[in-house]
């Protein structure tokens, strides 16, 4: 069967119709697949399946696609594929394909999309509008050395299976790596409790009110010129979405905890997925880890 896509320029045929594709069916559904860190891998790992095999990408309505420069490319309806391809391993695992499919996991690798590193750049490209207000709200915030700190802590106290870094040193080790003139700029879940965690006029507190802030505290993070990342795919993608190759990204090397630290433990794909979660390949290997 054969559907409809809308700005699918490249690879609409004569007719406007495309014969295989890979989509990712459950983008946007939180409880299931994650917030906006996990969809920004859904659908850079999407990209790179699709290119990788020579065929197209298209995906369901997304709530932040007019926070990007140009929107993905699109369908109205919810694409059947062949098959549903569920992610196997927490490692890069590589995806051929022989007919249409559906990605179901977290595809947590840059290695799912290195091969078109630019291209995913591109797609995630914040709108002229959101690159305005930034600079004219943040402009002189971001002059001089800045260095993105992330916090999340809310959800992690109740989810044993991850490590809760702010009951480590690796805040205060990794901020310790940068220069003295460098200022920090705090994004967490829980700005109250970094404040007393972080003193003194080298930190600058970012406080959002809704979902929706969470988008321009990515954007607001990639100008930065160096990242102290949490165990966290939106800070990942704070980082990784710099493109300076002379930043600094300082990374913890303890990523999870429980049975998500534990060979012992299958992986199970789900979703959700339980079972050891192997980091080996989740971090560019150029990022410091702690």
């Known amino acids: 069967m054969y559907f409809h896509v809308r700005h699918c320029e490249t690879w609409l045929s004569k007719n406007n119709f495309i014969d295989r594709f890979v989509t990712f069916n459950g983008l946007g559904d939180n409880e299931k697949f994650g917030r906006l860190g996990n969809q920004l891998f859904q659908i850079a790992a999407t990209i790179g399946v699709a ?10 309505s997304w709530k ?13 309806f919810r694409l059947s594929a062949n098959k549903t391809y569920y992610e196997k391993s927490f490692t890069y695992q590589p995806i051929d394909i022989y007919c249409s499919i559906n990605l179901s996991g977290f595809f947590q690798s840059e290695k799912y999309f290195a091969h078109c590193e630019n291209e995913v ?10 690159s305005e207000q930034l600079t004219t709200r943040f402009g002189k915030l971001l002059a001089g050395r800045t260095c993105s700190v992330h916090v999340r802590r809310t959800d992690y106290l109740e989810n044993s299976n991850f490590t ?5 040193s690796y805040y205060e080790e ?18 109250s409790w970094c404040k007393r965690l972080f003193h003194g006029k080298r930190f600058i507190f970012i406080e959002g009110k809704s979902d929706i802030c969470d988008i321009y505290d990515l954007f607001l993070m990639a100008r930065c010129q160096s990242h102290i990342i949490a165990n966290s795919s939106f800070s990942w993608w704070g980082a990784w979405l710099n493109a300076n190759p002379d930043k600094i990204v300082i990374a913890p090397a303890q990523w999870f905890a429980g049975e998500f630290a534990n060979p012992a433990m299958s992986f199970d794909p789900g979703p959700p997925h339980t079972g050891f979660h192997s980091t080996k390949d989740l971090l560019p290997e150029n990022w410091i880890r702690i």
Do not use: C, M, W
């Open 51 to 60: 290119r990788r095999n020579h065929v197209a990408y298209v995906f369901p």
């Open 64 to 76: 932040y696609s007019s926070f990007f420069q140009k929107a993905l490319p699109q369908t109205k």
């Open 121 to 130: 750049r591109k797609v995630f490209t914040p709108h002229p509008r959101i």
């Open 164 to 168: 809760d870094l702010a009951s480590t």
């Open 174 to 191: 990794a901020i310790g790596r940068l220069d003295e003139k460098t200022r920090f700029i705090v994004f967490s879940d829980d700005i």
